[in-house]
């Protein structure tokens, strides 16, 4: 797939990249339409430190689904959708409270800050 890489900070290029490999619990989404938040523009200065290249940005995105995983039953291929780009787990103390956002564990798309690297949608 091709792709927008943050290289190094202050050079995005678009190239070739490995397509995801999907896992049994997620969805592939066909990006249609991706925003440019504030924390990308930071991100792709270094100024934030939670860019760290090479990555793919991007976490406001919408598109279509082309690959559910074998666990997943509510979303199906063709689903047009968008999401929130925090990932987390569903067994965390916070997560249960609907306070998934304080998940010692949660990751999000488009982020590399050191303890996790999560590619984003700045791609196919």
Known sequence: MKALVLEAFNKLVYKDFPDPVVANDEVLVKVEAVGICGSDVYGMDGSTGRRIPPIV????????ITS?????????????VTFD???????????????????DQRQVLGVSPGEYRRHGAFAE
């Open 57 to 64: 940005m991007g976490h406001e995105a919408a598109g279509t």
């Open 68 to 80: 559910p995983g074998s666990d997943v039953k509510v979303w199906k291929m063709g689903d047009r």
């Open 85 to 103: 780009s925090t990932i987390y787990r569903l067994d965390d103390w916070y997560t249960r409270k609907g306070l998934y956002n304080l998940s």
